[in-house]
């Protein structure tokens, strides 16, 4: 069965701390995503990636970075954590074009 | 550019009440549609697709038909049970944009 797995379920930084949000899908998939999700505000991209070492912004990269040196691996980066950045993270990869998207759990991230 | 919009909820219904939520898009050429259900703590995992005009996608007792002439795509099921429990998501995917587009998500409770 496909899989996607984001390396922790909780997390919970300091302002200021420098973060690292892990996903790795073993289905061989071109496409990987990173979105949050906040009530009200549904899924907003942050960024998304069609190959290794490829990225591109999504709706909200400020303060976000990506890096994707294998396939199956995305990472996401807060820079400097916020508060504003207290959110659930969600990771998704596709095979591309019209097929869907496989999620993660997510990541509720707690910034304090 | 390309949009999604659905009735936000909550939504609240008796177990074995016909369920509705509506789904209608906006997009400048001819997407995918999706619906995606995030059960409580999890991710989002694919309910249904449907990629031409009067295609009808099904899954789970759920169903919903790709309306061309009404730019809809709306959720239906014809009784629902506790489990059903989940906030529902409308979703399409452009050519021309090549990005998922996400709604804001329908919170929906069953009660016994």
């Known amino acids: 069965d496909v899989k996607v797995t984001q390396s922790s379920r909780y997390l919970v930084k300091r302002t200021g701390e420098k973060v690292f949000l892990e996903c790795v899908q073993d289905?061989?998939?071109?496409?990987m995503f990173w979105y949050r999700q906040d009530p009200g505000l549904g899924l907003r991209l942050i960024y998304f990636?069609?190959?290794?070492?490829?990225?591109e912004k999504g709706d909200i990269p400020e303060g976000y970075s990506v890096s994707r040196e294998k396939k199956e691996r995305f990472s996401l980066i807060l820079e400097s954590a916020s508060t504003n950045q207290t959110s659930m993270y969600l990771c998704?990869?596709?095979?591309?074009?019209?097929?869907?998207?496989?999620f993660g759990d997510g990541t509720r991230l707690s910034i304090l | 550019g390309d949009s999604v919009t659905q009735m936000e909820g909550p939504v609240t219904l008796s177990e074995e009440a016909f369920l509705t939520i509506n789904c209608t898009y906006t997009?400048?050429?001819?997407?995918?549609l999706f619906w995606y259900v995030q059960y409580p703590g999890e991710g989002l995992q694919l309910l249904l697709k449907?990629?031409?005009?009067?295609d009808k996608g099904s899954n789970k007792g759920f169903e919903a038909t790709y309306r061309k002439e009404t730019t809809s795509f709306h959720l239906e099921k014809g009784s629902v049970q506790v489990s059903d429990s989940a906030v529902y998501f409308c979703?399409?995917?452009?050519?021309?944009?090549?990005?998922?587009?996400f709604g804001p998500g329908t919170s929906l409770s069953v009660i016994p």
């Open positions: 998704a990869s596709s095979s591309g074009g019209y097929q869907p998207q496989h």
């Open positions: 289905m061989d998939h071109e496409n």
């Open positions: 990636s069609y190959d290794v070492k490829m990225k």
């Open positions: 997009a400048t050429g001819y997407p995918s």
């Open positions: 449907a990629t031409k005009a009067d």
């Open positions: 979703a399409l995917w452009e050519t021309s944009y090549d990005k998922v587009i």
